[in-house]
């Protein structure tokens, strides 16, 4: 199927979720992250700040600076399409510059290199069991994960999850993606 006709059936169904429904789901994908050794180990977590109908990540960014972690998020470059990360302390230090996203503030936020962190939380509309993913089609993340060496999830609400994807040659699959009922690591998926 075809790419933005698959990003555009799964955005529908996911706008499709009460408010409810969105935020106990978020809670139960968040807390079951929260319980991987990859989480509780990092001291760095890349993570996006979402945009409803995303699951939610501010709940899980609050968990974070509870236990000590830096949160580090991605202002985009638009001319280069790359991406800055941030290390922010206080949702007060975002501002929504670029698409409605919530982006760090750069002359109040610490920058960091991509081999500072530990860990990197993938945004991503479609994913394949094979973790391979369609995201809002910038192509950020693809060029960011060229550079990344380290550990990668991503969060989904199950009817994310898709058979298959369309893989071009600059996709890099993700590690392991939580959903609320299922854990998809590498090609397999478990209950
Ligand atoms: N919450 C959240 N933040 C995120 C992402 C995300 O998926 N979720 N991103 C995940 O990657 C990055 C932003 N991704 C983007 C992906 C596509 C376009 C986009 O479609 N741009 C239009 C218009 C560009 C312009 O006005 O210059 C385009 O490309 O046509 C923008 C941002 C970083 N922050
Ligand atoms: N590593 C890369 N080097 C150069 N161009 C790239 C790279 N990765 C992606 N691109 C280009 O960026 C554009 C968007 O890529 P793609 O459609 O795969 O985005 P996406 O996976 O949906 O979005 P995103 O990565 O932002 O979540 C494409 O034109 C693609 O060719």
Redesign the pocket.
Same mark, same amino acid.
Do not use: N
């Given at each position: 199927m075809d790419k933005s006709i698959q990003r555009k059936y799964v955005l529908d169904e996911m706008n499709k979720m009460d408010y409810e429904e969105h935020r106990e789901k978020s809670r139960i994908i968040a807390g079951r992250l929260m319980e991987d050794p990859a989480f509780i180990q990092a001291r760095t977590v890349g993570v996006?700040?979402?945009?409803f109908p995303?699951v939610d990540t501010h709940e899980l960014i609050r968990e974070c600076w509870k236990a000590g972690k830096n949160v580090a998020v991605?202002k985009?470059l638009?001319k280069s399409r790359q =991406?800055d990360f941030h290390v922010i302390t206080d949702f007060g230090q975002l501002e929504v510059v !670029? =698409?409605h996203?919530k982006e760090p503030k750069v002359g109040e936020t610490q920058y960091v290199k991509p081999e500072e962190i530990d860990l990197l939380i993938v945004?991503g509309v479609v994913f394949s069991k094979s973790g391979y993913r369609i &995201?809002? &089609?910038?192509g !950020? !993340?693809d060029r960011y994960l060229a550079d990344y060496a380290g550990t990668t999830r991503s969060l989904a609400f199950d009817l994310q999850l898709a058979e298959s994807v369309p893989v071009e040659p600059h996709d890099i699959p993700v590690d392991a993606i939580y959903t609320e009922s299922r854990l998809v690591v590498a090609g397999k998926v478990s209950g």
């Open positions: 996006t700040v979402s945009a995303e991605p985009c638009r =991406m !670029y =698409m996203l945004p &995201g809002f &089609g910038g !950020y !993340y």
